[in-house]
């Protein structure tokens, strides 16, 4: 299993409850085939540029391990979800 990294952007405007659950089905994906080692909220913030009309974002960072084919799948659900406004998945070399 690979080392992985993983911070999205939700739109800040989602209800408490809507926003759980969507973090929940992604930890759901990654637990299918991997563990999650962390998951860190950072809350709202300021967005560097205007995405899609919104200035803020709920960041969300999750370190996990995983086979090759979970991020891929964690993509395309990343790209099909309204609620998502950005992601980016990175492999970590093991030091």
């Known amino acids: 299993?690979?080392?992985?990294?993983?911070m999205f952007i939700l739109k800040s405007n989602l209800e408490e409850e809507k926003r759980n659950a969507l973090i929940e089905k992604f930890k759901g994906i990654i637990e299918t085939n991997g563990e999650i080692e962390k998951v860190d909220e950072w809350g709202n913030r300021k967005l560097a540029y205007e995405?899609?009309?919104?200035?803020?974002?709920y960041y969300v960072v999750m370190n996990f391990k995983a086979d090759k084919d979970v991020p891929k799948e964690l993509d395309r659900n990343f790209r099909i979800s309204d609620d998502v406004m950005r992601h980016l998945i990175?492999?970590?070399e093991e030091k």
């Open 1 to 6: 299993m690979r080392k992985y990294e993983v």
């Open 51 to 57: 995405i899609k009309k919104m200035n803020e974002g």
């Open 90 to 92: 990175v492999s970590v």
